[in-house]
Nanobody, 127 residues
Framework: QVQPVESGGGLVQAGGSLRLSCTAS?????????VGWFRQAPGKEREFVAT????????YYADSVKGRFTISRDNTRNTVFLQMTDLTPDDSAVYYC???????????????????WGQGTQVTVSS
């Protein structure tokens, strides 16, 4: 299996928290430089949420989630986490994990940079 696998989505009230997990297979990890989270709400474009550099752990966030979301990794388990706090209904979306194959022509904030995508996990925040 090459595709990353997400888990941890669900229904939560506004102000609540959720932690998403993304597990990549050994083959996926071999040439991975970055692991990113994106989200897509109905009728909207897929948007960047956060990404982490696999080797050194540097992190990058969308302005809309800075201070509320934290991306982290566990290299021993080939897993990346997205801890989401202070959730609002605007955070409701399908969240996707994506991995790349190293450097490429597109920015790490651009979905086109990533090669392997998970199936997505639904996050719904009620008001």
């Amino acid at each position: 299996q090459v595709q990353p696998v997400e888990s941890g989505g669900g229904l939560v009230q506004a102000g609540g928290s959720l932690r998403l997990s993304c597990t990549a297979s050994g083959r996926t990890v071999e040439n991975t430089a970055t692991v990113g989270w994106f989200r897509q709400a109905p009728g909207k474009e897929r948007e960047f949420v956060a990404t982490i550099m696999w080797n050194d752990g540097r992190t990058y966030y969308a302005d809309s989630v800075k201070g509320r979301f934290t991306i982290s990794r566990d290299n021993t388990r080939n897993t990346v986490f997205l801890q989401m706090t202070d959730l609002t209904p605007d955070d409701s979306a399908v969240y996707y994990c994506a991995t790349d194959r190293g450097l490429g022509p597109f920015s790490i904030y651009d979905a086109r940079h990533y090669t392997y995508w998970g199936q997505g996990t639904q996050v719904t925040v009620s008001s």
